[in-house]
């Protein structure tokens, strides 16, 4: 069964070579077990080991290589389940720990070093969007807010259009992105935005269900994820959220200058999703 699934995987133009390896070599017991379920083609397993392995190092400053080593395997996982949004985020994360991070194009597939790259050009403006901003508020400019939460770094106020030189754009990206497994111990994800502008709003969140995370015992509907939109100060709902297929749905709502907004969803069914949610706004046109 193992050489079959790894014949499979470099049949898909995954693996340039029969293992991954990469420097530094992590010496988290689990970390190690999640590269290895991936050098192994079994990416669902390997995507709740290190999600597992990621949550847990976070807090523990001087597992920095080992963080950032659970965080690239979890971003060649996703690669590998065609979820690149995901990857994107993972690799980003790993970037955030090891900040001159590379990958070897001799150990490392195209698709791999692609989104890897991707996402290091990402960080980088997000850095130098940073640096304009800091620099305005420093000269009393009326700089626009960093937003970083969860993880996922976005600016408010159109200082990321600055950055790039492209002026103020209609809509500001609030929380760009932000992807993860939720299971039956983890069922719920939530943000809070801070006081913006009046303007327009749309979240978007889609998810996959993981094969084999299902009971043995029938359920008697797949899992899926159900999102919600308040008003943070008033716990009212600010949005009626549609369903457009069976794993995604979207919310579109009004806001005004200084409210702030609770976005997040529920797993309901039981099982395990990959869930990539997006938040955009306020869109003034």
């Given at each position: ?128 969007a940073t640096r304009t901003s800091a620099a305005r508020k420093t000269g009393g400019g009326g700089s626009k807010k960093l937003l970083i939460i969860g993880g996922a770094v976005a600016l408010a106020g159109g200082g990321a259009a600055l950055a790039l030189g492209g002026g103020e754009p209609p809509c500001d990206t609030f929380f760009a992105g932000p992807s993860g497994l939720l299971n039956d111990t ?100």
């Open positions: 069964m193992l050489r079959r699934t790894l014949s499979v995987a470099m049949a898909l133009g995954l693996f340039a070579g029969p293992a991954l390896s990469q420097s530094p070599v992590p010496t988290d017991a689990e970390v190690k077990k999640g590269i290895r379920q991936v050098d192994e083609g079994d990416y669902d397993a390997a995507i709740v080991t290190l999600d597992a392995a990621s949550r847990r190092l976070v807090t523990q400053k001087a597992k920095t290589r080992d963080l950032s080593q659970a965080y690239l395997y979890l971003g060649i996982a996703y690669v590998a389940k065609g979820h690149e949004a995901a990857a994107k985020a993972k690799f980003r994360e790993a970037l955030a720990q090891i900040k001159d991070l590379s990958l070897s194009t001799d150990r490392y597939p195209p698709k791999v070093i692609d989104l890897f790259e991707a996402a290091k050009d990402e960080a980088t403006t997000d850095a130098r983890n069922t719920s994800f939530g943000l809070t935005t801070t006081p913006t502008e009046a303007g327009s709003w749309e979240a978007e969140l889609s998810w996959t269900v993981l094969s084999g995370a299902a009971a043995s015992a029938p359920r008697p509907a797949p899992p899926r994820l159900v999102l919600f939109v308040v008003d943070a100060a008033t716990g009212q709902d600010v949005a009626e959220p549609q369903v457009r297929t069976t794993t995604s749905s979207v919310a579109e709502w009004e806001g005004r200058a200084g409210q702030t907004f609770r976005i997040g969803f529920d797993l309901v069914d039981g099982g395990s999703v990959n869930y990539t949610l997006s938040v955009t706004g306020p869109c003034r046109f």
